[in-house]
């Protein structure tokens, strides 16, 4: 690995420190190298408040290195006035002499105009330094922008022989470690979503309660409005959506009913509603029937699998799908499967 690349590592371990706090904004990472040492670093830390530049910057404890000096960022710098003023026009001001970026941002605003603004400013740009795993590190921010819908992640636990409950009844299949990473995932994706089965069966919170950071939005498909306001998910302690095809007169805390179309393209008008609501990512938690329906409409990025080293023999099954599989981690009696579409 080259040194450009060592430092533009750096950047992207700082970016992911905003997980969870800066969406619709992308995460991103800079760092400030003088003589090949680094003197300044940042990242974008929670929306609406100063880009990584800015907080690289304003990081270094001499201002006078920062026009002998190099600044690696992981997205490319923007260029226009938004939340905060651009970042581009703060690295011209300083002086910066070269800048390395990890990937284009695609956001009509930006989409290389960031990169136009530096080179007539007479600074040296390099992009593509460790391209794929800065586009990795947004992917969720790509999607959202680029397909105009959430990054959706499938979540579900089942057993070796692939079962999700036993005898049709709810069991237990997660341990106590997995179920703080499920909680860590909440905080960190913007919306959680289940059926309306799931929800009368299970009674989920759908919050994160063993984990740092924010709640998700709750999202509950109730086509026909069956669902008892006593659930935990009406509890008024978090932002809750309800997706159903009737008006709704809502006098629910912190809910609100969305009608959408049940009979066609339904996973498509699920995530349509959620694009609206700028919600930039969402885990659907289940059951088997919500998870089939992204699965046959192929409107699905990730899947994420805890399977226990126990057999449960008969229940309802798991639901079927074709992905690579990226990723296996052991968790204590669970493993971790991580697979994606592409």
Known sequence: MTLEENFMRRAVELARLGAGAVSTNPMVGAVIVFNGKIIGEGYHK???????????????KNPELLSKSEIYVTLEPCAHFGKTPPCAD????????KVYVGCLDP?????????????????????GVLE?????????????????????????????????????????????????????????????????????????????????GKNPVRVVLDRNLRLDKKLNIFDGSQQTVVLTEHEVENDLSK??????????????NILNVLYEMNLQSVIIEGGKMTHELFLKSGLWDEIRIF???????????????CGKLKEKTKIGDNELLIFKKN
């Open 132 to 212: 794929r795993e800065c586009q990795e590190l947004n992917v969720r921010f790509f999607t959202f922008v680029n397909l105009k819908r959430p990054y959706v992640i499938l979540k579900w636990a089942q057993s070796l022989d692939g079962y999700i409950d036993k005898d049709f009844s709810p069991v237990m299949i997660s341990n106590p470690l997995t179920k703080v990473l499920n909680h860590k995932w909440r905080s960190q994706e913007d919306a959680v979503l289940i059926g309306t089965t799931t929800a009368q069966r299970d009674n989920p919170q759908l919050n994160n309660r063993l984990y740092s």
């Open 90 to 97: 703060l690295i011209i001001e300083k002086g910066l002499k």
């Open 107 to 127: 956001f009509s605003k930006v989409d290389g105009k960031g990169i136009e603004k530096l080179k007539k400013a007479g600074i040296e740009v390099v992009t």
């Open 46 to 60: 929670k929306f609406g408040t100063f880009h990584a530049e800015v907080n690289a910057v304003n990081s270094v």
């Open 255 to 268: 809910t609100v009913f969305v009608k959408i179309d049940f009979n066609k393209d339904l996973a498509h």
């Open 307 to 321: 399977q226990s080293d126990k057999m449960l023999y008969n229940g309802t099954k798991a639901a079927e799908f």
